[in-house]
T-cell receptor
């Protein structure tokens, strides 16, 4: 069963606007971590932000913030003030405390336009 | 501190051949995990090595194998290549074992393998 679902295959946003990338997950493990990675065309996966299941506050890292709604099992990434260099694939991933591998979603392709 | 490096970056092989990919983790990192990325299946976990021992394995056939050396560098081998093995192979390193939900993994740029 798919553990991570990213329903937006592609998104467009204008430079300087904010954009939200959706991610829902499925787990019965009460302890887990959620990650967002950025993958530019070069291929490297760049870590952006982490949210633990027990964290009380939504994670923030610079222009990235995570809208974590535990009851709805969603962990949406918000990018504020988009820049042209933000154009890339974005992957949501989860690791359960009982597991060892990252489970990735299919990704969302983001294109930032001038 | 240097990041995760992978060599070669690109590789073209023909069906039936074998291939070896290399990954050097960040200095001080002892865990190396390998992932396969294809357009159809997305990112899938292959295996993880820690202290020269395979600790965890994904759902891949025995043609996929790996090893880790005492300096934490890791190699991945695919024997009897098939067309479906064409993919981007990513390795990721972490300080300790990848388990535990907070353990952050740092990825390399990947090796793009094309099987003709």
């Amino acid at each position: 069963a798919q553990k991570i679902t990213q329903t937006q295959p592609g998104m467009f946003v204008q430079e300087k606007e904010a954009v939200t990338l959706d991610c829902t997950y499925d787990t019965s493990d009460p302890s887990y971590g959620l990650f967002w990675y950025k993958q530019p065309s070069s291929g490297e996966m760049i870590f952006l932000i982490y949210q633990g299941s027990y964290d009380q506050q939504n994670a923030t890292e610079g222009r990235y913030s995570l809208n974590f709604q535990k009851a709805r099992k969603s962990a949406n990434l918000v990018i504020s003030a988009s820049q042209l260099g933000d154009s890339a694939m974005y992957f949501c991933a989860m690791r359960e405390n009982s597991g060892y591998a990252l489970n990735f979603g299919k990704g969302t392709s983001l294109l930032v336009t001038p | 501190k240097a990041g995760v490096t992978q060599t070669p970056r690109y590789l073209i092989k023909t069906r039936g051949q074998q291939v070896t990919l290399s990954c050097s983790p960040i200095s001080g990192h002892r865990s190396v995990s390998w992932y396969q990325q294809t357009p159809g299946q997305g990112l899938q976990f292959l295996f993880e090595y820690f202290s020269e021992t395979q600790r965890n394995k994904g759902n891949f056939p025995g043609r996929f194998s790996g090893r880790q050396f005492s300096n934490s560098r890791s190699e991945m081998n695919v024997s009897t290549l098939e067309l479906g093995d064409s993919a981007l192979y990513l390795c990721a390193s972490s300080v300790g074992l990848a388990g535990g939900h907070r353990n952050e993994q740092f990825f390399g740029p990947g090796t793009r393998l094309t099987v003709l």
